[in-house]
């Protein structure tokens, strides 16, 4: 059936809603599905209210929807345009952080919001296979892409075997460089696991994304060429600009 005779039915009527919020949520899908990625611009008004079956009052409550949510920017002359790119965000065993992005041409950076040593919570020292309450390293960024929000990072080390590791941080040396400097040379991932959830409205605030848009979670173990843990990770990323890649070939 046709989306205009679905919205405008029986059907659509009882469902409780309203047909600009279906139009919005058929967008949306598309965008993310990127059938618009080759230009980043969408329909104009004319064309979309005639193929939504509706009229212009209807579909600008649609397309207000969309640019609250940050999902378009309307530019006056111009047209509706895609705010946010979907990136390909790859989960590997060897899964880097600026080598995903700068394979798609994006610049990569990072924020460093906290860096201390505490009390390894629950999860990080179960997966770090460190002892109750064992000290760790808490490091939490915020994962940039052409300086725009994407992930908000928090990862954990065990504190015994790279002590300094914050000061080396904030000094500005790379993730990467500091590893080698305690003598890990390579590291893989073991595990990521997938799942979603809503931001706080902190976690929002840093992202710059409204509080009822879900995030993409991936919780990360990485070890060193033994197999021994070097970091328990827990990444929140915008569900909007960011979708998971695994690599079916390289098993995690």
């Not at 919005?24 to 209210?49: F, K, M, N, Q």
């Not at 992202?207 to 929140?236: A, F, H």
Request: glycine content about 8%; aromatic content about 6%.
């Amino acid at each position: 059936m046709p989306f205009s005779q679905l919205a405008q039915g029986t059907a659509g009527r009882r469902s409780g809603v309203a047909v600009w919020r279906k139009i919005a949520d058929s967008l949306t899908t598309e965008i993310r599905d990127r059938v618009y990625a080759e230009t980043g611009r969408l329909p104009g008004e004319v064309e979309l209210s005639a193929r939504f079956g509706v009229n212009r009052h209807t579909l600008r409550q649609a397309v207000a929807a969309l640019q609250t949510d940050g999902i378009v920017r309307v530019e006056p002359g111009r047209g509706m345009f895609v705010q946010h790119e979907l990136l390909d965000y790859a989960l590997s065993r060897r899964t880097r952080f600026s080598e995903n992005l700068r394979r798609q041409g994006l610049l990569p950076s990072k924020q460093l919001l906290a860096a201390h040593e505490m009390p390894a919570p629950p999860r990080a020292a179960i997966e770090l296979k460190l002892d109750k309450g064992a000290a760790v390293l808490m490091v939490e960024t915020l994962d940039e892409a052409n300086d725009s929000p994407i992930g908000l990072a928090t990862a954990y080390y065990p504190a015994l075997r790279f002590s300094g590791l914050q000061k080396m941080l904030s000094q500005g040396t790379h993730t990467t460089e500091i590893l080698k400097h305690f003598g890990v040379q390579d590291y893989v991932r073991t595990m990521s696991r997938i799942t979603t959830q809503m931001p706080s409205d902190e976690t929002a605030r840093l992202l710059k994304q409204p509080t009822n848009r879900p995030l993409l979670c991936v919780e990360s173990v990485d070890v060193d060429m033994e197999g021994v843990p070097i970091k328990y990770g827990e990444t929140v990323f915008c569900g909007d600009r960011v979708q998971l890649v695994v690599d079916a070939e390289s098993a995690l």
